[in-house]
């Protein structure tokens, strides 16, 4: 399972965000544990009503640390403003909708879907503030 940060940050920084010990502590942030570009894909997919397309969050790394990480994705801005708008009831059924895809069952991650929920209440939060900010969210990951 990846270790994975989410914070706010210019791309200009993602060295910086690259090279921190705990990027969500050094920089506005969460912690983010077993999110990786895929399970983020998915939630895209949900969001948009669209199938599943692996390039619409795996982006070129702004950071790549080798094969053992770390790498710094930007995420994609069209997915953070739609993390941003979501009110209560559309993370509930989002988190819903998420927590049922592949990714998060017994034969991968098993999480229950109110940590799925709690994690997209989080992210949802992160999006808000990177908005008001005008900032991107970056998504730090290293295995």
């Known amino acids: 399972m990846p270790l994975t940060d989410f914070v706010i940050a210019d791309t200009k920084d993602a060295r910086r965000v690259c090279d921190a010990a705990c990027p969500s502590e050094e920089f506005n ?9 895929v399970k983020l894909g998915t939630l895209y997919a949900i969001l948009t009503n669209t199938e599943f397309d692996p390039s619409a969050t ?4 702004l950071c790549d640390g080798g094969d053992e990480g770390p790498w710094v994705i930007e ?5 953070v ?3 941003a708008k ?12 998420w927590a049922k895809t592949e990714e998060f069952s017994p034969q991968y991650d098993n ?7 709690e994690t997209l209440i989080d992210i949802a939060k992160l999006c808000v503030q990177a908005t008001a900010a ?6 730090w990951m290293s295995l």
């Not at 999480?111 to 929920?117: G, L, S």
């Not at 005008?134 to 998504?139: A, D, E, Q, T, Y």
Request: net charge positive; glycine share 8%; charged share 25%.
């Open 111 to 117: 999480w229950p879907p109110e940590a799925v929920h």
């Open 75 to 79: 995420v994609p801005s069209d997915l």
């Open 81 to 83: 403003q739609r993390l």
């Open 58 to 61: 795996t982006g070129r790394p």
């Open 29 to 37: 942030g969460m912690d983010a544990k077993g999110i990786d570009p």
């Open 86 to 97: 979501l009110d209560a009831k559309g993370i509930a059924a989002a988190a819903a909708k």
């Open 134 to 139: 005008k900032k991107s969210v970056l998504m």
